[in-house]
């Protein structure tokens, strides 16, 4: 049999545990079943401009331990690569460049939009494996992701040091967690960490049930609170605004379309005041409390801090674990699938089953369950 030949890429939010999940993919496929393996760096972008990097003389020791990812990361799509200034479908040449490694499959360590881009692929004829990889543990199908690990400990240390100053100054401490459109950090950290409130995009809020919340406990002796908000959270305010504003856009669309004229174009300024508003939002809300409740308030946005540095056991674990299972899948020529962690074993997924699906925080999950118990508030 001719021995198999291997690329690996890790595309999308770079993540703590890859380099794990390149050293288990890597050691299991060529120590152990003698395949070929080679790396294409800064994700699709460098299969597309055929950037390799050789994994095969030593490159994969030492790097259990390492953050990022040891061959770069970029978020670009097959089909929509910024070329010269434009947006160009580069999928063609992506395949081109995957038979003229020869490859046999390709290994893709990526989350969400990572699935979408294999998926495609995959609807080219190319054989894909994918990896879950996110801090945000929002895709679907598998237990867990791994760098969701990390980050939890990360956001809720970060937390606890929030915990001692907030209650010497007498404030509240609005702290922003990552996580997309999804809670599951916010959640796992804020429950850890022990904040007053958590504020998910599964559940949007309202910000006097907030201010409530914080005067009850002001009330009762504690004239400081620790509010967890997940980067996508929103009020029940804005998320009606937000709604009537695409009915909006979809009527104007409707109404270009029927006049045969093309949509018009946000300019750049109003551009960057939809920015704005979406940035802003945890800061807006510091304001509103700290208006609400006469208490002074700050704000910490954790960002990229979630993201940097060595992964935890428990993600170096499971990153191994589902890198070995990917090297075993191509051994039995088990191709078009995610290899999703499910209990102490893997199961693997098609691709068309999981792409394009998201695994968000059901609003009545035992986390919330339990929180809610320990008196938290999640603004509803
Ligand atoms: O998907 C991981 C993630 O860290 C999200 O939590 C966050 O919304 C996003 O990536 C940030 O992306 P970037 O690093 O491109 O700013």
């Not at 998926?119 to 990896?131: A, Q, T």
């Not at 809720?156 to 996580?179: K, P, Q």
């Not at 005041?273 to 304001?287: D, F, G, V």
Request: proline share 4%; net charge positive; aromatic share 4%.
């Amino acid at each position: 049999m001719a021995t198999r030949q291997i690329g690996i890429l890790t595309a999308g939010g770079d993540s703590p545990g890859l380099n794990a999940a390149i050293r288990g993919v890597g050691k299991a496929a060529m120590g152990y079943y003698k395949m070929h393996v080679i790396g294409f760096r800064d994700g699709f972008r460098g299969l597309m401009e055929n950037r390799t990097m050789a994994l095969d003389g030593g490159q994969l020791s030492g790097i259990l331990t390492l953050g990022g990812t040891i061959l770069g990361t970029s978020r670009d799509k097959p089909h929509k690569m910024p070329v010269g200034g434009k947006l160009l479908d580069m999928t063609d040449a992506i395949v081109a460049n995957y038979h003229e490694h020869h490859l046999d499959c390709l290994v893709c360590l990526g989350g969400g939009g990572t699935l979408k881009n294999a998926l495609r692929l995959k609807e080219k004829g190319l054989n894909v494996i994918n990896l879950p990889k996110t801090i945000d543990n929002d895709v679907w199908g598998t237990d867990t992701t791994f760098g969701f690990d990390t980050a939890l400990s990360i956001a809720t240390e970060c937390i606890d040091r929030l915990h001692s100053t907030a209650h010497s100054h007498h404030r509240i401490i609005v702290v922003e967690i990552m996580g997309h459109r999804a809670g599951w950090l916010a959640l796992g950290a804020g429950l850890a960490g022990g904040a007053d409130v958590i504020l998910i995009p599964e559940i949007p809020y309202d910000v006097e049930s907030i201010a409530e919340a914080i005067r009850e406990r002001v009330n009762s002796g504690k004239p400081f609170s620790i509010v967890a908000v997940a980067e996508g959270a929103i009020s029940k305010q804005d998320l009606a605004a937000l709604a009537a504003a695409k009915q909006q856009k979809k009527a104007t669309k409707e109404k270009a379309r029927k006049a045969a004229k093309p949509p018009r174009k946000m300019d750049d300024g109003e551009a960057d005041a939809a920015e704005l508003i979406y940035a802003s939002r945890t800061l807006r809300l510091a304001k509103q409390l700290e208006k609400l409740t006469g208490l002074e308030a700050r704000l910490t946005i954790l960002g990229h801090l979630q993201r940097g540095g060595a992964p935890s056991a428990a993600d170096r674990i499971l990153a191994t674990r589902l890198g070995t299972a990917a090297a075993d899948l191509i051994a039995k020529k088990h191709y078009g699938v995610l290899v999703a962690a499910r209990g102490e074993g893997t199961r693997p997924l098609p691709i068309e089953e999981v792409a394009g699906k998201v695994k968000t925080v059901p609003p009545d999950h035992p986390l919330i369950l339990s929180a809610r118990r320990v008196g938290t508030n999640f603004g509803d």
